[in-house]
């Protein structure tokens, strides 16, 4: 009932942008959306999220120079990356919240974001 897709990652140089995107297939309608990152042996970290309100939150260390971004007739979430550097590199995951199904976590499979020096 409920589908994550991400894609658009990639290797690319510092300095560089990659606009990465999270379709979005369900019969619910979504609450909260976001973007969240995860480097090996370290939790998954907020990165950039829709609230229920529709205001949007940042990681401090992403403001500037990421923007997220959404299409409601195509059900996609983008993530606009600019400016990347070295510690961006990690597996972005797309994750939602719906309607009818309250406090649950929906996760995307994942999309590698290496950043090269």
């Known amino acids: 009932q409920v589908q994550l897709l991400e894609s658009g990652g990639g290797l690319v140089q510092a300095g560089g942008s990659l606009r990465l995107s999270c379709v979005i297939r369900?019969?619910?309608?979504?609450?909260?959306v976001g973007w969240y990152r995860q480097t090996p042996g370290k939790q998954r970290d907020l990165v950039a999220t829709?609230?229920?309100?529709?205001?949007?939150i940042y990681d401090d260390s992403v403001k500037g120079r990421f923007t997220i971004s959404r299409d409601n007739a195509k059900n996609t979430v983008y993530l606009q990356m600019n400016s990347l550097k070295p510690e961006d590199t990690a597996v972005y995951y797309c994750?939602?919240?719906?309607?009818?199904?309250?406090?649950?976590?929906?996760w995307g499979q994942g999309t590698q974001v290496t950043v090269s020096s």
């Open positions: 369900s019969i619910f309608m979504i609450t909260t």
């Open positions: 829709f609230t229920s309100g529709g205001s949007t």
């Open positions: 994750k939602a919240r719906f309607d009818v199904t309250g406090a649950r976590d929906y």
